[in-house]
């Protein structure tokens, strides 16, 4: 016996030696050293050797994976600790071959480290590992044999059925539920008829786990086109005296089976008293394609509770049959509210323009279907449907009007763009903004010179506003800004103050030279409303080029309010992507010192915060010993600081230390105290 383990022991050493051999670099080195270590390991002790380990196994690959997995087999069949095993098994487990197949099966029976092995075996892709398995199944206690079975059962091991059918009907019932769960995974006619010859006698605990596999048979079956042998399975298992989730799923089998052939079951069922069973064929009923399908449940609908009625209507849309529309469009007409709302939902997603008539009459009757409505008009799929849209909205009711073009507008029918622009110059109000908002969503550049005429000759306060957003849209949206820019600027000069204005602001959205030039001009109007709204147009700028001019409005206009926005506006800019790290760093410090108030420092210091950069700490620090700022200042020198790694270790540690001195929030002192731990500690 001695003489065995010291020849264990010579195999180890000559293993992990190989490892030495292995080309010197500085990895393998030190898995070489991980290797000696891993035979003592135990569990609670430090992971990382075992981690540098598994690294290199997943890493590995030919020859050198081939030389890795001898010596974790070696550990294996050493005296290494059943921990070490378990890892080695672990490992084996995603490189494992036939060849390591003996080190492993032993230990199958034993009692610590059956479970582990097992796992392996079973993720181990050969007949080798299926017969090791097999062979250990007889010398199995009760607790390695349930897992051994179930391990064969995952594999869909075929050799073993005749194994695992008298273990049916022993008396050890844990040992025959697993069985059971192993012959349905593993299928075939075997199987099939062992859990038959069963079911009939097995006992409570049995009984369950022979139904599913049983099942499961006959899903095996269906999948290998079989479909008769699983259909008779279905129909035995379709019966009141099973459970009733058996009863479900063999429904479920029956359907797939059978096709439209089971119709007149689901029929039955559908006009049954039994909700449960109800719910299931409701659900199955989707899966039975053909006319003759919708035929049917259409000419059951009348027949059905108000309850089912609906679930079969959605059911009905979810099928996507055209066929099923005249029933769906006399469901809407029903008294029954729930029918009524599921029929205009169902003509949703099966309608065609004969039924806008019912869905714009209900959307603009403002009822409790009103919204229902609406967003069936919204996806009505039916060819025709935005023209036949289209020409109700040029005339009629006002109300559908309104419906109409608001839907046009969702549907992204961008042929409606023409008739749109004209009902945008509507004599009713709410036509007008309707259509503004529809052609919001429409509109390209060629119709830009239109939409702005909208802007100019607004009639309203409310025209105004949603022209002027529908117009600032287009021209943030427009890859040709010219396109917008250009018939904006030629319409400023005519415009009323309040459409000037309007075109100024939406201007900021295009962005460009172009258009700041104009801009620009705006801030020194006489007019006062022109010059507010230049200033914001600027504030809101598209790019970085209204940068400088802003930054002198903060500097110099002798408006409190104008010196606000510009300087909101540039620190804004500063922020942008399109900006430098360089460039953001000088605005944020030319911001800093045209800053008059605290609000506007502390817009900097939001902006820095965000700026990855140890002179953007240094800007900051100051802002600490400002009681007005310290709150902002702390929170930028913080998350500043926390992108920064190993870079300015020194201002890192002058900055932590000012925060841990002026902010008392909890989080950002634990913050403060952890970066001041990483940059060094106190000074």
């Not at 070489?32 to 002790?45: H, I, S, T, V």
């Not at 010398?139 to 050799?159: C, E, F, T, Y």
């Not at 989080?667 to 105290?673: E, F, V």
């Amino acid at each position: 016996m001695g003489c065995c383990k010291r020849l264990i022991a010579a195999v180890l050493a000559a293993c992990i030696v190989s490892v030495a051999a292995l080309p010197a670099t500085a990895a393998n080195a030190s898995v070489a050293q991980d290797l000696k270590e891993l035979p003592k390991y135990k569990f609670g002790q430090s992971r990382e050797h075992l981690t540098r380990i598994a690294n290199a196994v997943r890493d590995a690959k030919g020859v050198q994976r081939a030389r890795l997995t001898r010596q974790l087999v070696a550990v294996l069949t050493s005296n290494a600790t059943p921990d070490a095993k378990r890892f080695v098994c672990r490992q084996l487990s995603i490189v494992g071959t036939a060849k390591e197949v003996p080190a492993l099966a032993p230990l199958l029976l034993d009692k610590e480290l059956s479970d582990i092995a097992r796992y392996a075996l079973e993720r181990t892709p050969n007949e080798a590992a299926l017969k090791a398995m097999r062979d250990a199944l007889p010398k199995a206690d009760p607790g390695q044999k349930i897992g051994i079975i179930n391990s064969l059962g995952m594999r869909q091991d075929k050799a073993v059925t005749a194994t695992l059918v008298p273990l049916l009907s022993g008396n050890d019932v844990p040992i025959a539920i697993a069985a059971a769960g192993a012959l349905g995974k593993i299928g075939g006619p075997e199987a099939v008829k062992a859990l038959a010859g069963v079911r009939g006698r097995a006992g409570d605990k049995l009984k369950p786990v022979v139904a599913d596999a049983y099942l499961l048979c006959a899903d095996r079956l269906l999948a290998g086109k079989k479909t008769a042998e699983a259909a008779a399975i279905y129909q035995e298992m379709f019966k009141p005296t099973e459970a009733k989730h058996v009863q479900m799923a063999a429904l479920r089998g029956i359907v797939a089976s059978g096709g439209e052939k089971t119709l007149p079951l689901l029929t039955e069922l559908l006009t049954g008293n039994d909700a449960q069973m109800q719910a299931a064929a409701l659900r199955f009923v989707r899966e039975v394609s053909g006319p003759e399908t919708t035929k049917a449940l259409t000419g059951l609908l009348p027949k059905l509770p108000a309850a089912t009625q609906a679930m079969l209507l959605d059911d009905l849309a979810t099928r996507g049959d055209a066929s099923a529309l005249p029933a769906v469009m006399t469901a809407a007409k029903s008294d029954d509210e729930i029918i009524k709302k599921a029929a205009v939902k169902a003509a949703g997603k099966l309608g065609d323009a004969s039924t806008l008539p019912l869905l714009t009459a209900l959307a603009s009757g403002g009822g409790p279907l009103a919204d229902q409505a609406r967003a069936s008009l919204d996806i009505l799929p039916g060819a025709g449907v935005n023209d036949a849209m289209i020409g109700l909205a040029e005339q009629g009711n006002t109300n559908v009007r309104k419906e109409v073009i608001r839907s046009l507008g969702v549907r992204r029918a961008a042929k409606a763009t023409p008739v749109l622009l004209k009902t945008a110059a509507d004599a009713d109000s709410g036509i007008r903004v309707e259509s503004i908002k529809a052609l919001e969503l429409l509109a390209d550049e060629k119709s830009a010179p239109a939409m702005v005429g909208l802007v100019a000759k607004a009639k309203d306060d409310a025209g105004l506003a949603a022209a002027e957003k529908a117009l600032a849209t287009l021209a943030g949206r427009a890859e040709n800004k010219n396109a917008v820019v250009t018939p904006i600027l030629s319409a400023l000069g005519g415009a009323p103050t309040k459409g000037k204005c309007a075109l100024i602001r939406a201007l900021g959205r295009a962005g460009g030279s172009k258009a700041l030039g104009a801009v620009s001009k705006a801030t020194r109007d006489s007019d006062q409303s022109v010059q507010d709204a230049a200033i914001r147009s600027m504030a809101d700028w598209a790019d970085a080029s209204a940068a400088p001019q802003l930054l002198n409005i903060a500097k110099t206009s002798q408006k409190t309010a104008h010196q606000v926005l510009a300087l909101r506006g540039y620190v804004r800019i500063a922020g942008l992507k399109e900006v430098s790290a360089a460039n953001k760093l000088k605005m944020y410090a030319a911001a800093m010192t045209a800053a008059k108030r605290p609000d506007e420092k502390k817009q900097v210091l939001g902006g820095l915060g965000n700026v990855k950069s140890v002179d953007a700490l240094k800007m900051v620090i100051p802002a600490l010993d400002d009681k007005a700022l310290q709150s902002e200042a702390a929170v930028a020198a913080v998350n500043i600081a926390k992108n920064l790694g190993a870079r300015g270790k020194e201002t890192i540690r002058t900055a932590m230390q000012k925060v841990l001195e002026v902010s008392k929030d909890k989080r950002r002192r634990k913050d403060a105290t952890d970066l001041l731990k990483k940059a060094g500690g106190p000074k």
